[in-house]
């Protein structure tokens, strides 16, 4: 029973050791002149590590980085060679302790293949790293594990080749423009009042092998832009639903600022709906309440940011909403240092149409219309002040895209109406006395002579 039993061992051993040895009837294992070739794209860096060593003369597997490998490597042999299979590839994956590197090569634009030759007999497994600041968009970037030499159609092969296609890189794309006409301006004007549409767009980034873990547009309106209607976020031109798809903050009240945001889930169902793009479409308005007159204008800004196992990247896009404005000044005609408060002006559009209602000079004796785009404008005094004659010319304005302000009487943005006074007698003074005393003067004369003329005909 006792020597059954050693036997046993003893042909237990020899299998496990046969389970450790490429079969010598195929040929004899080749010791030099192995090489391993990769093809890269720019930013990508190839590391190649030896993670078990491979002896020629009895075809062992030795040293392995951990017991995962060499087991996937025992488990590898198919009778005649070695296959190596998924888990080899996800315990090479899991190792955190890889040693020194081999071989590296980083390439660029123009350095896409590196070859090395005359490497040692092994299993060798090559590592993807990348440039965060060159490569944004990491779709896919496999590693790979390979045995050399190897056997394979009744040869042994000694030459490795690691293809480009093992790595995959999408284009990040990110853009706020205004829609319509004005689509590709970075700048508008508009009126104070008017409806100003947006939309958003961003890449979803990665895929389901090298995912995001989050996404996000953030969009924050300043100077007189508020939000006011509309937002509608898209995949790929199908409308999402707010809290199953993405999460809107704030949910409601939206004033200045608001963000879309995807969790690492909801990305994950980006990929599987293979979405490239989201968009975000929504109206803003640009109000009086902290509008900012010509200057650097109302900017509204995107932030889009997203974030993967390199960290998180960020770009920003901004866009501009501008309006303008002018002034009336009410002066004396007579000596223009003299402003006059009382008078009234009514502004129209080139058509002769009111643009809002009448206004009226203060003691400064200037008025401002605000809140204008670029344009033609008519200016109208409608009362004149106490004491002067209405200034009846109707006066042209002109805006122009700068905000640059021109017309006849305009000077340094303000237009200059003068008004004649009216002439009027004091109460008291001497006034139409002497008028009437001299037209009582006259009648009396004219009496006196009626009288004479009348005598002389009476003597005759």
């Known amino acids: 029973m006792k020597i059954a039993q050693k036997l046993f061992a003893a042909l237990i051993a020899v299998l496990l050791i046969a389970a450790m040895v490429v079969p010598f009837a195929a040929d004899t294992i080749p010791t030099t002149n192995n090489s391993i070739t990769v093809a890269g794209k720019d930013g990508f860096t190839a590391s190649v590590y030896k993670i078990a060593d491979f002896d020629t003369t009895t075809g062992a597997f030795s ?15 198919n009778g005649t060679s070695y296959d190596p299979d998924a888990a080899l590839l996800t315990a090479a994956n899991d190792l955190t302790n890889l040693g020194a590197t081999d071989k590296t090569q980083a390439f ?9 030759n005359d490497i040692p007999a092994g299993v060798y497994y090559v590592k993807w790293t990348w440039d965060s600041t060159k490569v944004k968009n990491v779709k896919k970037a496999q590693n790979s594990v390979s045995v050399l030499p190897y056997f394979q159609n009744d040869a042994w092969q000694q030459s490795v080749s690691i293809p480009s296609s093992k790595i995959e890189t999408g284009v990040v794309t ?24 947006f939309v958003l767009k961003g890449t979803v980034p990665g895929s389901a092998d090298k ?14 832009l508020k939000y006011k209607a509309n937002l509608v976020v898209k995949a790929d031109g199908n409308t999402l ?17 608001f963000t879309v945001s995807f969790s690492a889930a909801q990305i994950l169902a980006l990929y599987d709906d293979e979405v490239a793009e989201i968009e975000i479409d929504y109206t803003a308005e640009l109000t009086a309440d902290g509008v900012v007159i010509g200057g650097d204008g109302n900017p509204n800004t995107m932030t889009y940011s997203y974030t993967n196992e390199d960290g998180t990247f960020t770009d ?21 240092s003299t402003v006059l408060p009382g008078a009234k002006f009514q502004l129209k559009d080139k058509d002769g149409n009111n643009i809002g209602s009448e206004k009226e000079t203060p003691a400064s004796g200037i008025v401002t219309f605000s809140g204008l785009k670029d344009g033609t404008y008519k200016v109208v005094e409608t009362v004149a002040p106490g004491g002067y004659a209405l200034n009846s010319k109707e006066f042209t304005v002109v805006i ?3 905000g640059s302000v021109s017309g006849e009487g305009v000077n340094s943005g303000v237009l200059t109406v003068p008004d004649p006074k009216v002439v009027l007698p004091n109460t008291g003074g001497t006034g139409t006395l002497l008028f009437t005393v001299g037209g009582i003067a006259l009648i009396a004369g004219a009496a006196v002579l009626f009288v004479i003329y009348k005598k002389k005909v009476a003597n005759k």
Do not use: C, H
């Open 63 to 77: 040293n392995a980085k951990s017991d995962a490998v060499l087991n996937a490597l025992k488990a590898g042999f």
């Open 108 to 116: 660029t634009a123009t350095t896409t293949s590196k070859t090395w």
């Open 174 to 197: 990110d853009s706020k423009k205004f829609t319509g006409a004005d689509a590709e301006k970075t700048t508008v004007i508009k009126n104070v009042g008017d409806p100003v549409d």
């Open 211 to 224: 995912p995001a873990t989050a996404l996000s547009f953030a969009d924050t309106m300043t100077g007189g």
């Open 241 to 257: 639903t707010a809290g199953d798809d993405y999460t809107l903050t704030p949910a409601s009240n939206i004033q200045k600022t």
């Open 316 to 336: 920003t896009q901004t866009r501009i909403v501008k309006t303008f404005e002018f002034s009336v000044k009410k002066v004396d005609a007579n000596n223009e």
């Open 400 to 402: 122009g895209t700068d």
